[in-house]
C-alpha cells in the first residue's frame, strides 16, 4: 500500500512540474505572431506526461497547463481551445505501450501525428474560424487550415527531435520513468 501511495505521489508531482514547464514553455519561449498562431514546443512536457503516467494524467496535465497559461495570457481562457493540448497527454498516453517497444524518430513522429492534426490542426482552426472569423468563417477556417498546417508540421518536427534527443540522454531512465512500470 505505501509504494502504491508514494509512486501515485511520485507521479503527480512529475505531472504538475511537466505542467508548469509547459506553461514556461508557451509563454515565455514561443512566438506569436498574432492572436490565434504560436510557434512554441509547450506539446513536449504534455506528451511526456501521457508517456509516463498514461492518458488520463497525460490530459489532465494537458488541461491544466492551457489552463494556468491563459491565465497569464491577454487573451483569457476559452474552453474552446483547451482541446488540443489534452489530446497530446492523451495520445502520449495511447502509445506508450508502442513507444515503450521501442522508441525511435518515425515512432514517435506516428504518435504525434494524431493530435497535430486532430487537434492542432483540424479542430484548432475551425475553433479559431469560429471565435475570429464569425463573419467570414469559411475564408477564416482556410486560412487557418493552411497556416496552421505549416505551422504544427514545423513544430512537431521540433517536438519528435527534442523528445528523442532527451531519450538518447537517457534523462528519462535516470528520473525512474521510462520505461512506464506495469500498474
Same mark, same amino acid.
Given at each position: %500500500?505505501?509504494q502504491k !501511495?508514494?509512486?501515485?505521489?511520485?507521479?503527480l508531482?512529475y505531472?504538475a %512540474?511537466l505542467a508548469? *514547464?509547459?506553461?514556461?514553455?508557451?509563454?515565455l519561449?514561443? #512566438? %506569436?505572431?498574432d492572436?490565434? +498562431?504560436r510557434?512554441?514546443?509547450?506539446a513536449i512536457p *504534455?506528451? %511526456?506526461a501521457?508517456m509516463?503516467f498514461?492518458p #488520463?494524467?497525460?490530459?489532465?496535465v494537458?488541461?491544466?497547463a492551457d489552463?494556468?497559461?491563459?491565465?497569464?495570457?491577454?487573451?483569457?481562457f476559452? =474552453?474552446?481551445?483547451? *482541446?488540443? =493540448?489534452i489530446?497530446y497527454g492523451?495520445?502520449?498516453?495511447v502509445f506508450q !505501450?508502442y513507444?515503450a517497444? !521501442?522508441m525511435? *524518430?518515425?515512432r514517435?513522429?506516428v504518435?504525434?501525428?494524431? =493530435?497535430?492534426v486532430?487537434g +492542432?490542426?483540424?479542430y484548432q482552426?475551425?475553433?479559431l474560424?469560429?471565435?475570429?472569423?464569425?463573419n467570414t468563417f469559411t475564408?477564416?477556417l482556410?486560412?487557418?487550415l493552411?497556416?496552421r498546417?505549416?505551422q504544427?508540421?514545423i513544430t512537431?518536427?521540433?517536438?519528435?527531435?527534442?523528445?528523442?534527443?532527451i531519450f538518447k540522454?537517457?534523462?528519462?531512465d535516470?528520473?525512474?520513468?521510462w520505461? =512506464?512500470? !506495469?500498474r
Amino acid at each position: %500500500m505505501k509504494q502504491k !501511495k508514494t509512486m501515485a505521489t511520485r507521479a503527480l508531482a512529475y505531472c504538475a %512540474m511537466l505542467a508548469a *514547464i509547459s506553461v514556461a514553455l508557451a509563454r515565455l519561449a514561443g #512566438l %506569436m505572431p498574432d492572436e490565434s +498562431s504560436r510557434f512554441s514546443i509547450e506539446a513536449i512536457p *504534455i506528451f %511526456m506526461a501521457g508517456m509516463f503516467f498514461g492518458p #488520463l494524467a497525460g490530459g489532465l496535465v494537458g488541461f491544466a497547463a492551457d489552463f494556468v497559461g491563459c491565465l497569464f495570457s491577454p487573451f483569457g481562457f476559452n =474552453p474552446l481551445f483547451c *482541446i488540443p =493540448p489534452i489530446l497530446y497527454g492523451v495520445f502520449g498516453g495511447v502509445f506508450q !505501450k508502442y513507444l515503450a517497444r !521501442k522508441m525511435s *524518430i518515425p515512432r514517435l513522429a506516428v504518435s504525434f501525428l494524431p =493530435p497535430v492534426v486532430l487537434g +492542432s490542426i483540424l479542430y484548432q482552426s475551425f475553433a479559431l474560424a469560429l471565435v475570429y472569423f464569425s463573419n467570414t468563417f469559411t475564408e477564416g477556417l482556410i486560412l487557418k487550415l493552411t497556416t496552421r498546417s505549416v505551422q504544427f508540421a514545423i513544430t512537431m518536427v521540433l517536438d519528435v527531435l527534442i523528445i528523442f534527443v532527451i531519450f538518447k540522454a537517457k534523462v528519462f531512465d535516470r528520473l525512474g520513468v521510462w520505461p =512506464p512500470k !506495469k500498474r
